[in-house]
């Protein structure tokens, strides 16, 4: 890597739908620039990219992994990044580490819905791209009928590269050039330099999008696969301009890119190794920067030494002495420097746009197993959290569970079985617990009177509460209007704790009490046996007695929902919603999907994700936001509360 020039670079991730053949057509890449002495199979679970035990075991990418490769005095660095939309996460870091991408498609299968995301994530980042038809070894494959597939979902500018250029594909090239096309309609000769030079520009301008035709198993198209990467593909001082914010002014402006520029980098992506523990990805826009150094954090405003830059081929970890425009390397141990974050020359620093990740959408409780996965829970989580923007996690305050939470279940799936196999912590997983609340519909009046005497000193207090319903979200107020000394002073607080430890167990079942005020306004008390512990009790008394005559009730989240689908995967998306007691409050047009607004009850969108893939066959994508408590239907109330455990408590 030390050896090449930033034009004789090359940085391209890899995307397409889950088993389309990313990795497949990697391996016969690594094979045909001898890279590798032998192609990996998937079957086999010897890959260079899929190393880790669980991708082994699933048989499909779940990380996005680095492999690289030297072809024709070109140096080619390649991210694979995971075909599912539970791992989206690594898909949009590994597109802000490269400078052009390929897009693999399944012979068989066509323009499958994981393709049409990768490719509009493409479009959005403005990536120039390659796309490889692969496994048309496959029986009963009609080529054609896919390149007429990706012209009408894509673009009408993908073209099939033959060598010579066909007819079809000069009229493309020149139409994107326009001196060019001048001298085709003119009839005068177009040299062979002359169109290639058109269709590289061409390409980096996303005017066209090559198309070649191979398989990974028999190798057809492999090597004009690398040779489109190299010749067709932009390098690093070719790529389309970066724009990143000055740190002081928030001005933004155009990076220079090039080896003697100033140092810029960004970290793409975190990923934890059982060796060397966490590992840093970057991606070099700009200058130089030696291993065994130093470099300035800017979105952290920090130094911070290092050790020496590693360039990786999956789970191989190769020093280099130094890195420079266009490179993706590794970095073990950094103590500040998190994933997002810009690193450049202190003296002319720049801070490139962060990441914008979509909420996780799937939730589960986990409890741990034994006392010992109990210690160890928590370290592992954060390493799991920190190397994987999409998945989360929370200790709920009210329910007193630790809850996780990612993009659909294979994503929490594998994240439990990471527990167990990289940090030996076994966790039991559920759904969780929806976090209800009770109030009070109406006003209500109430003696609490605790009186006790045993011998000695005894417990007496006294007090009358008024309960009055509050707006939603208001929470809890205290009044006092005690007048004429019938309680002291001094005993108040004491009144309001027990109403305050009553309404946190709540009356008619478990959950807290909210949105209501409660106001002192008489009582009694003794000389001698009031205490503070009498009207604490007297107070709880009062409370619960009068919220059973203002007509409890239960309140549950409901949240803000956004539902991105296609055109044609909208019919049963409203009648869906309203089964799950949720009410669309809007539908409008964004890009090529339409989005629908609603509001849904928390307790009907756990499983929501897997339903949705299953209604839009994968093309389906939901946002959700607490919005408000509102009253659950009595019917629904009634199971709930017989369900609880304070409620089957009490009737026993």
Not at 343 to 361: G, L, M, R, S, T
Not at 640 to 649: D, G
Request: one cysteine or more; charged letters at 25%; glycine letters at 8%.
């Amino acid at each position: 890597m030390d050896n090449f020039k930033p034009e004789a670079k090359r940085s391209v991730v890899f995307v397409s739908h889950a088993q389309a053949g990313k990795t497949s057509v990697i391996e016969a890449m690594l094979f045909a620039a001898g890279s590798t002495t032998r192609k990996g199979s998937i079957a086999e679970g010897n890959t260079v990219s899929d190393y880790n035990t669980d991708e082994i075991s699933r048989k499909n990418s779940i990380n996005s992994s680095i492999l690289n490769l030297t072809w024709k005095n070109n140096f080619i660095q390649i991210v694979d990044t995971p075909g599912y939309a539970d791992f989206i996460a690594d898909m949009i870091t590994g597109l802000r580490a490269v400078d052009g991408a390929v897009v693999i498609i399944d012979a068989a299968g066509g323009v499958a819905v994981g393709t049409e995301r990768a490719w509009d994530m493409l479009e959005e980042a403005g990536l120039p791209r390659i796309i490889f038809v692969n496994k048309i070894d496959k029986e009963n494959v009609n080529v054609d009928n896919v390149v007429k597939e990706i012209r009408e979902r894509f673009s009408k500018n993908a073209c099939v590269i033959k060598a010579p250029f066909s007819a079809e594909l000069i009229e493309t090239i020149v139409e994107s050039n326009d001196v060019l096309l001048e001298k085709y309609l003119d009839g005068k000769e177009l040299k062979e330099d002359e169109l290639q030079g058109a269709l590289k520009s061409a390409v980096a301008e996303g005017k066209i999008f090559p198309i070649l035709i191979g398989s990974a198993v028999t190798n057809a198209g492999i090597k004009e696969l690398l040779d489109g990467i190299v010749g067709d593909l932009p390098s690093p001082i070719e790529r389309k301009p970066i724009l990143a914010a000055d740190p002081n002014t928030k001005e933004k402006k155009e990076v220079k890119l090039g080896e003697d520029a100033p140092f810029s980098a960004f970290v793409f992506k975190s990923a934890f190794d059982p060796f060397v523990g966490q590992l840093t990805l970057v991606r070099i826009f700009s200058g130089k920067l030696a291993s065994n150094t130093g470099f300035y954090n800017v979105t952290k405003g920090v130094k911070e030494r290092m050790g020496s830059f590693m360039v990786l081929q999956g789970k191989e970890q190769r020093p280099v002495a130094s890195a420079s425009c266009g490179d993706i390397v590794a970095v073990a141990k950094l103590k500040e420097t998190q994933l997002g974050d810009s690193i450049a020359d202190e003296k002319q620093p720049v801070i490139f746009d962060p990441f914008v990740f979509p909420e996780p959408v799937y939730s589960s409780s986990v409890k741990p197993k034994t006392r010992a996965d109990e210690e160890k829970i928590s370290e592992a989580l954060s390493k799991l959290c920190a190397s994987d923007p999409t998945f989360k996690t929370s200790r709920d305050t009210q329910t007193k569970e630790m809850v996780i939470s990612g993009m659909g279940d294979q994503h929490v799936d594998v994240v439990v079985k990471r527990l167990k196999e990289r940090f030996h912590v076994e966790v039991e997983i559920g759904t969780p617990k929806i976090p209800y609340k009770e109030t009070i519909k109406r006003q209500a009046k109430a003696q609490g009177k605790h009186k006790k005497q045993s011998g000695g000193r005894g417990q007496y207090g006294d007090v009358w509460l008024e309960l009055q319903p509050l707006e939603r979200g208001k929470g809890f107020e205290f009044v006092d209007k005690i007048v004429g000394g019938a309680i002291p002073r001094n005993f108040l607080p004491s009144v309001e704790k027990g109403i305050r430890n009553a309404m946190n167990e709540g009356v008619i079942t478990s959950f807290p009490m909210v949105d209501f005020r409660a106001t002192a306004f008489d009582g009694s008390y003794h000389d001698v046996d009031s205490s503070d512990i009498a009207f604490q009790i007297a107070g709880a008394l009062a409370f619960r007695k009068a919220v059973m005559e203002a007509t409890p009730i239960l309140l549950e989240p409901i949240m803000d929902v956004e539902i991105a689908v296609p055109e044609d995967c909208m019919g049963a998306i409203p009648a869906d919603l309203n089964s799950r007691r949720g009410r669309v409050m809007g539908v409008e047009a964004r890009s090529k999907n339409q989005t629908i607004k609603a509001k849904v009850p928390l307790s009907e969108l756990y499983r929501y994700a897997t339903d949705l893939r299953s209604m839009t066959g994968g093309r389906g994508s939901y946002t959700m936001h607490f919005s408000h408590y509102e009253e659950v239907p009595a019917k629904i109330a009634q199971n709930i509360i017989a369900q609880n455990p304070k409620h089957k408590q009490e009737e026993e």
